[in-house]
């Protein structure tokens, strides 16, 4: 973790006219977006409105076709301080062919860039990450016989396994139960007294509202909204509205469905 | 017993045998190292697809062999598939980076276009099939010492890439977008897995024929996966399983002649019969262990039903 000593006026994230197609989809339409250091932003909207298309080519998975990212100061690329980056994707099976185990797939977070092999504190780097997320016990348990949800855990420990300066979520909390994202907002706070600078996708604010200083909503593959956290839409808040999110698959509840008419993902 | 010793000591000390065996172990040990790679990247028929591109690369060797007028024309056959295997496995790479879905179709134009090439120039070179299925089948009986020499310098190029890099080549195998966005160079340690899958194919040409090297790269994997959690552990096993049925197998054949590849094959495949009929005798599956995800109910129950208590 980074001291405020190392503190500048250059942003954590910042992009600039960033447009992303995908095959004959333009799936982003020249989005302007700063995360300066220290910030927690929600990056919110409908599915298929492209939050996760933008928070991934921030990190450098899909290509941008027009425009620029800058991490830290650095255009994408080998520049990067990538050591500075934690990216959790959204929830994706952390199994693959060949059996490992959660301490294997967490001490994979601890390379980047150019580093390529394991540092020698790699093992209690790993276990204390695990530890951070609640699965210390199941460090050597293949991830394939954990939950869902523990799933989901272990890649949290792998971004923060190196301990970034900015973490980058993916609908962390998507399917997980709502004790469960208490504790995860816990975690989370604790992060952000530290310094950690956090660019999270969300349906909605939920648990990490308290959390939030800035709010982006984007739609159709613009942003419409940069600022105070907006309100909810009048089916969707209030405690009667019940929040029911399949434990996998994207499809959305049938009142957002309509509400938004989107375009698919 | 003593009999069995002095049969033993007989095989031993048989240098077409010594150099046979020493091929084998390297064999046996490099094989299943970049086999884990493809399997956890579920592209476990790349090597038959190298394979079959390679047998083109033996056919252009020996046909640039006879051009050229040498005495030996087979001299270039084995730099020929290795030419031709590091080609085609980056090609599959470059196709599989491209679009996911043409990967499969690509795999199946190796298939056909290398075996069919192969039978033409081979033909065009002046010899016939016969002389194709050495290298189909292996032919460890023809190794020489400079074969070996090649053999002992790649297995060392296998394994110390497959084994120095094992944490960089696992990231980007069990999550390559997730490496994407850790920096990591990932083109290069894609093409370093393709290109080193291509050496391993035409080292192991020789054991087990390109027929069957995919079967040594990935059956003992296969077996591994069987009793293991732990990546580290199913390398590990691996490579001991394939270290085990290649010197069985080659040892078999030393008294009962028969093709040391087929044997080698029939030993794994065998073994991962066995392994996965035994399992469930020796390491019942944990039926104690709740399958259901530790999570607190959405709706309170008052009265009703008793929790599980297991």
Same mark, same amino acid.
């Given at each position: 973790m980074t001291t405020d000593t190392t503190r500048t006026a250059v942003p954590a994230v910042e992009a600039r006219g960033l447009h992303v197609r995908i095959g004959a989809s333009h799936i982003l339409r020249g989005i302007d977006l700063t995360v300066d250091d220290g910030e927690v932003v929600a990056l919110l909207g409908a599915n298929g409105s492209g939050k996760s298309t933008l928070v991934r080519s921030l990190v450098g998975i899909l290509p941008a076709s027009q425009g620029t990212v800058s991490l830290f100061g650095a255009s994408l690329g080998r520049q990067v301080p990538w050591s500075r980056i934690g990216y959790v994707p959204q929830r994706v099976s952390a199994g693959t062919g060949v059996p490992s185990t959660a301490a294997e797939v967490v001490a994979s977070g601890l390379l980047h860039g150019r580093r390529l092999r394991l540092p020698r504190d790699a093992r209690e780097r790993t276990l204390a990450?695990?530890?951070q997320v609640g699965l210390a016990d199941r460090a050597q348990h293949g991830v394939s016989e954990l939950s869902g949800g523990q799933q989901q855990r272990v890649l949290i420990a792998r971004a923060l396994v190196r301990e970034p300066d900015l973490l980058v979520l993916d609908e962390p909390v998507a399917g997980v139960d709502h004790p469960s994202q208490t504790a995860f907002a816990e975690t989370l706070a604790g992060l952000v007294r530290q310094g950690t600078t956090l660019l999270v996708v969300l349906h909605e604010l939920g648990s990490l509202a308290p959390l939030v200083t800035r709010s982006v909503v984007l739609r159709h593959g613009r942003k419409v909204h940069d600022g105070p956290a907006p309100l909810p839409t009048a089916e969707h808040a209030g405690d009667s509205h019940v929040h029911v999110h399949p434990h996998e698959g994207d499809d959305e509840p049938t009142v957002s469905l309509i509400q938004d008419g989107g375009f698919g993902s | 017993m003593t009999t069995f010793l002095s049969e033993l000591g007989g095989m031993l000390s048989t240098p077409l045998m010594q150099r046979s065996l020493i091929a084998a172990v390297i064999v046996g040990l490099a094989a299943p190292v970049m086999g884990t790679y493809l399997v956890q990247?579920?592209?476990? @028929?790349?090597?038959? %697809?190298? %394979?079959? /591109?390679? #047998? *083109? %690369? /033996?056919? @252009? %060797?020996w046909l640039v062999g006879s051009a050229m007028g040498l005495v030996d024309s087979e001299v270039l056959a084995v730099p020929g598939a290795v030419v031709a295997a590091v080609i085609g496995a980056v090609a599959i790479e470059m196709v599989r980076e491209r679009g996911r879905t043409s990967g499969d179709v690509a795999l199946a134009l190796l298939f056909y276009g290398g075996i069919a090439g192969g039978v033409l120039l081979i033909g065009i070179a002046g010899g016939t099939n016969a002389n194709l299925m050495a290298y @189909?089948?292996?032919?460890?009986? *023809?190794? *020489? *010492?400079?074969? #070996?020499y090649l053999t002992v310098g790649l297995g060392v190029v296998i394994l110390g890439v497959g084994l120095g890099l094992r944490s960089a080549l696992f990231a980007v195998s069990h999550d390559e977008e997730f490496a994407r966005a850790s920096g990591l160079p990932v083109r290069a340690l894609n093409v370093a897995v393709a290109v080193v899958a291509a050496l391993t194919v035409t080292v192991s040409m020789r054991v087990v024929g390109l027929l069957l090297v995919s079967a040594l790269m990935i059956v003992p994997v296969a077996v591994a996966q069987l009793v293991t959690t732990s990546f580290r552990r199913t390398m590990g096993l691996a490579m001991t399983i394939g270290l085990t049925v290649c010197v069985t197998g080659l040892s078999i054949t030393y008294w009962q002649a028969q093709s040391p590849g087929a044997t080698i094959v029939v030993l794994a495949v065998g073994l991962y019969v066995a392994v996965a009929l035994l399992r469930p005798l020796v390491r019942p599956q944990r039926a104690t262990a709740d399958p259901h995800p530790d999570m607190m109910d959405d709706v309170s129950i008052t009265e009703g039903a008793d929790r599980c208590s297991e």
């Open positions: 990450a695990l530890e | 990247r579920r592209l476990s @028929l790349l090597g038959d %697809g190298i %394979g079959h /591109v390679a #047998l *083109t %690369g /033996v056919a @252009l %060797g @189909l089948f292996g032919s460890i009986s *023809t190794v *020489t *010492t400079s074969d #070996l």
